[in-house]
């Protein structure tokens, strides 16, 4: 049986994805918001979520437009309305599926946002000298290196367990997106950020349990209520990290580092496959934007420093 409101009907597929399909807490939250706004727009008009038309949907995306929200956003939105009402249809609430002939706005295809080696250099050297003292530096420098070495998502970066780097260990098992894990190699420079960085976490753990305090089970502890590292805090950091490396802020935020290691290790000749899986991405079309950034940054090297290419009116020829 169907559910009566809208509100039944968002809380219980947000319900299913968690526990079905183990989505994230931020995409259930993306979901959240989407629906709500969808909802909402439905109740200004009187409609109801159950005998939603396709021209309703249609009407919604319209109205999306005219605020003039982004063709990311709209396709984004459009997206979780799909996916409730095929859960819908697929649990009997429906006989039909109103969204099913809907075709998106589609996305604006831009390339992702990369680094230059030596401006993740900067960013390094930035982290080892950027906290209060020196465990601040130690645990800032293992972020970075981590994050760099691996492709991490920053999520699973700030979430990781410390039981995952006992031992000094050449690979990390993370945890990514639905709960998949995949097995990434840690490079020299990130092994020993990281044994610094575990012994000194262990010696706060330590000083804390002796107050009384309980131990916790990140790899990067937080008094908050995660219990560890927020991405909104790493986003503030990388931010400063960039201003103190001379790398433009604009340039950087944690998955611009997510880009430049695949972009880096395309540029040294590594398999793409293999890049897929280090990142975890489910589908290659995903990672194949990289050959794309790659042939971009090629292209603009000929540009700039081809002999051919130069303007045969610029004085300094």
Request: hydrophobic residues 40%.
């Amino acid at each position: 049986m169907a559910p009566h409101d809208a509100y039944q009907w968002i809380s219980t597929f947000l319900d299913t994805q968690a526990a079905e399909l183990g989505a994230s807490r931020n995409t259930l939250l993306a979901y959240g918001r989407d629906l709500k706004d969808f909802t909402s727009w439905l109740g200004r008009n009187t409609l109801d979520i159950a005998a939603t038309t396709q021209q309703d949907i249609e009407n919604y995306l319209i109205n999306c437009d005219a605020q003039g929200l982004a063709k990311s956003t709209r396709a984004r939105r459009l997206s979780a309305v799909k996916q409730i009402y095929r859960f819908a249809f697929e649990e009997g609430w429906r006989a039909d599926n109103p969204a099913i002939q809907i075709r998106g706005p589609g996305r604006d295809k831009k390339l992702p946002k990369t680094l230059e080696v030596i401006e993740v250099d900067r960013l390094l050297d930035a982290a080892r000298q950027t906290g209060r003292n020196s465990s601040d530096k130690l645990r800032n420098t293992c972020l970075m290196e981590l994050l760099y070495a691996t492709g991490m998502r920053v999520t699973e970066l700030v979430s990781l367990p410390a039981s995952a780097a006992r031992g000094d260990p050449r690979m990390l098992l993370i945890r990514g997106k639905g709960g998949k894990e995949r097995m990434v190699p840690l490079s020299p420079p990130a092994r020993l950020a990281l044994a610094a960085w575990l012994t000194v976490r262990d010696d706060i753990e330590e000083e804390r349990a002796t107050k009384g305090q309980p131990a916790s089970l990140f790899l990067f502890p937080s008094r908050g209520k995660a219990g560890h590292l927020t991405r909104h805090w790493f986003y503030q950091r990388i931010k400063e990290l960039a201003v103190t490396g001379g790398v433009a802020p604009d340039k950087v935020t944690p998955h611009t580092l997510r880009h430049a290691f695949a972009t880096h290790l395309l540029a040294n000749g590594a398999d793409l496959r293999a890049i897929q899986t280090l990142l975890g991405h489910s589908d290659i079309a995903t990672t194949e934007i990289y050959t794309h950034v790659l042939d971009a940054r090629l292209s603009e090297l000929v540009l700039q420093h081809h002999p051919l290419a130069q303007d045969e009116d610029d004085p300094e020829l």
